[in-house]
């Protein structure tokens, strides 16, 4: 299994971005899929996730109703769509997958089974 995170880069504060992970090696349908972040000297932490169908997501409080978490099964891609971003937003995003029949209902990072190697966001203020 292998996940690329893309779409990082420098943003004003209330600004904009959207990241995509493309995923090979697997059957993507059946993978739940999800975002985390890790800020300078804080620990990984869950940011969204999204069911195999896309028909339930699950999102940390701090960006509930600014970040829209999406997939595309047919293009193997699950995206993160950023809004109103803040400073505090900064930070590497990774994407991340967990083996079925684990479910996107579970938020912890030691259920991921797979990571891509980050792309970083920064929002200046």
């Known amino acids: 299994v292998q996940l690329q995170a893309s779409g990082g880069g420098l943003v004003q504060a209330g600004g904009s971005l959207r990241l995509s992970c493309a995923a090979s090696?697997?059957?993507?349908?059946?993978?739940?899929m999800g975002w985390f972040r890790r800020a300078p000297g804080k620990e990984r932490e869950f940011v969204a996730a999204i069911s195999r169908s896309g028909s339930s997501t699950y999102y940390d409080d701090s960006v509930k109703g600014r970040f829209t978490i999406s997939r595309d099964n047919n293009k193997n891609t699950v995206y993160l769509q950023m809004n109103s971003l803040k400073p505090e937003d900064t930070a590497v995003y990774y994407c991340?997958?967990?083996?079925?029949?684990?479910?996107?209902?579970?938020?912890?990072?030691?259920?991921?089974?797979?990571w891509g190697q980050g792309t970083q966001v920064t929002v200046s203020s």
């Open positions: 991340a997958t967990k083996n079925p029949p684990k479910t996107a209902a579970d938020r912890a990072v030691s259920g991921y089974d797979y």
């Open positions: 090696g697997l059957t993507f349908r059946l993978y739940a």
